[in-house]
């Protein structure tokens, strides 16, 4: 989309209200020559009178930057549950993240109903390895989330290129969220969707160990009402993520209570130490196949170097029993205590291919580029409001080559939970 006309540029910066008027008048003075719009753009973020973000909406003449009360600063992402945004809070000036529901996820009245209680439920946790969730509100028929913002990355950042992370820093990764799953089990809340990419690893790592966060802490249960997720759902019977999903969960996640957010940690924490996931396959259906009808395979295949009862303690966590494996997280966090170094000097890991400073985790990342609001809906920036009024937001997120292959993981999925206990049946009766 080209940039508009200066006098464009001039009156969506007046109708944003983000800008006051003797400021305003004040870089009309100074821009008086400036023709070129980007210039003129990049003065205002200069003067600090604008974001990157905000400057480049105006240069396409957007106008509207506010939800609600919030005031929008800036895209971090957006997935298939999603928009997420840096907004400011009024009054306090508290720098949040603030993430826009799908409007399909929250379609039925039931579906809202649950996510206003969840997050009632959310927003009374306080652990420091969970993610806070500071309130929740609608702007007429579209529902958003507060949360607290952390800058980090996620896990997923030290699982690609089949990186094996450091055993002492890892164990202290997955024990720590193990600590804030046993706060959210004591609270009643299970996560349902555990994986590398819903922990956050913190920039500011205090000497050397990391500081980890769990994101989207009651969220995924949502997905299954509304009939879609940022991983996997079977419609009507499955939410999470095919890779750290419980055999339980696979079945029917109406059985998945916190051994089954064990049994994905244990996926998780096998990942990061032997470089893949514990269970591999050419589809979804024989990821999940595979994990109903054969335990994991030992983790010392992977690697040569681990303490000894390491591996014991993965195993135990990827059980297929559910009454085999350990029963709260607080037992998982106990069994990982021995494997982290507690003088302090654990040296900081790494991921793969890591940027010259922390960016933020995969879904929140922070990118002055036009790259990221290519990502998000076109009608999403005309359906924001100006300060003084609050029109409906759209917050669906559909780039077609994602649909595509969401479309195709649904229907593959779809398959498997029609077939798959047919076939987990047939082959009880076999043997």
């Known amino acids: 989309m080209p940039d508009v006309s200066k006098s464009a540029f001039f009156k969506a910066a007046k109708r944003s209200k983000l800008i006051t008027s003797a400021d305003l008048e004040s870089m009309q003075a100074q821009l008086a020559d400036v023709n070129d719009v980007r210039q003129i753009a990049e003065a205002f973020v200069e003067k600090e009178l604008l974001t990157g973000w905000q400057a480049r909406q105006m240069r396409k003449g957007r106008n509207r930057f506010y939800v ?8 971090l992402g957006a997935g298939g549950m999603s928009v997420v945004f840096l907004a400011e809070q009024p009054g306090t000036k508290r720098i949040v993240a603030l993430k826009l529901m799908s409007k399909a996820l929250l379609s039925k009245p039931a579906a809202v109903s649950r996510f206003l209680r969840e997050i009632r439920s959310v927003a009374a946790l306080n652990h420091p390895n969970i ?3 500071y309130d929740a509100d ?23 290129d089949g990186q094996k992370n450091q055993v002492s820093w890892t164990c202290e990764c997955i024990r720590q969220i193990a600590n804030g799953l046993q706060h959210a089990f004591e609270k009643g809340i299970i996560h349902r969707d555990i994986k590398p990419s819903n922990i956050v690893v913190l920039s500011e790592e205090l000497k050397g160990r990391p500081q980890v966060k769990i994101l989207d802490m009651g969220l995924a249960r949502l ?9 996997i759902t079977m419609v009507g019977h499955t939410v999470g993520t095919v890779d750290y999903m419980s055999p339980e969960q696979a079945q029917d ?30 589809s979804p259906i024989q990821k999940l196949l595979v994990r109903t009808m054969q335990d994991a395979p030992p983790l010392e295949q992977f690697r040569d170097d681990l303490p000894p009862g390491l591996s014991a303690v993965v195993a135990k966590m990827l059980r297929r029993d559910p009454d085999s494996r350990f029963q ?5 966090a106990a069994a990982l205590e021995i ?10 890991q790494k991921p793969a291919h890591a940027p010259a400073e922390s960016a933020a985790p995969d879904e929140w990342i922070i990118e002055d580029s036009e790259e990221v ?18 029109p409906s937001v759209a917050a669906t997120y559909n780039p077609k080559k994602r649909k595509r292959k969401q479309r195709q993981l649904m229907i593959a999925c779809t398959l498997a939970a029609v077939l798959l206990p047919l076939i987990i049946g047939l082959v009880s009766l076999i043997w």
Not at 150 to 159: E, P, Q
Not at 328 to 332: D, I, R
Not at 373 to 380: K, R, Y
């Open 68 to 75: 609600g009360k919030y005031k929008l600063l800036q895209t």
């Open 131 to 133: 993610v806070a969730a």
């Open 138 to 160: 609608q702007v007429d028929d579209t529902y958003f989330l507060i949360m607290e913002y952390v800058k980090g990355r996620d896990l997923h950042a030290w699982t690609k």
């Open 223 to 231: 997905a299954d009402d509304g009939g879609q997720n940022e991983g």
């Open 253 to 282: 996640a109406s059985q998945a209570d916190t051994r089954s957010d064990i049994y994905s940690l244990g996926c998780t924490l096998f990942e990061l130490l032997a470089g893949q996931p514990p269970f591999t396959g050419k």
């Open 328 to 332: 709260t997280p607080g037992e998982v």
């Open 339 to 348: 494997f982290v170094d507690k003088s302090q000097s654990t040296p900081t």
């Open 373 to 390: 609001d290519a990502a998000l809906p076109s009608d999403l920036f005309s359906k924001l409001s100006s300060q003084d009024s609050h």
